[in-house]
Each structure stands twice: as C-alpha cells, then as structure tokens.
C-alpha cells in the first residue's frame, strides 16, 4: 500500500462481516451489520502535544482493533476497503 497517513491517523482494514448466525442461520446482504473490528494496516507519526512534543501511537501496524461503529471514513484503495480514523476512535487493542 503506497499510502501514509498524517499526524495521529490510522488506517485499518475492517473484518469480514459475519455470515451467518452461530445457531447456523444464514444472514442476507441487506441485514448484515458494519464489522467494528479490524486490522491496523499503516499509522501515522503522531499527535504534536500542546508543548510541542511529538506523542507516538499507542498502536502499531498488524494490531486488531475495536472501534465505533460509526468511526472514520471509508476509502478504497486498489479495490481494497479500508477505513481512515484518528487514534482516539480506538476503543481497545485485543
């Protein structure tokens, strides 16, 4: 991937939706819900502090992440779905 993100940015590839229920049942395309975990593909330098530090990422590329579900924005690159989300949209590293 021939992308970097800015400042405190992440850029992470979403999970798979889930394709049927663990009871077995089949979920159609029109009911699947947005996955809210993903894999960190590239992270950006950092936040600058109000002192003027750079404050590293807390995450690093290749971890999986939660997120909320509405956080960041989706963009595609070479045909591949990945969304774009500041560090503080991270819930929780697993």
Do not use: F, H, W
Not at 21 to 40: H, L, M, W
Not at 49 to 76: C, F, H, N
Request: proline share 5%.
């Amino acid at each position: 991937m021939n992308i970097k993100p800015l400042a405190d940015r992440v850029i992470v590839a979403p999970a798979a939706a889930e394709e049927k229920t663990k009871s077995g049942i089949i979920i159609p395309d029109t009911a699947k819900e947005k996955p809210q975990r993903g894999e960190v593909v590239a992270v950006g330098e950092g936040k600058v502090s109000d002192q003027g530090a750079l404050m590293k990422p807390q995450v690093s590329v290749g971890d999986t992440v939660l997120y909320g579900k509405y956080a960041g924005t989706e963009i595609s690159i070479d045909g591949s779905d990945y969304l774009i989300m500041r560090e503080s949209d991270i819930l929780a590293v697993l």
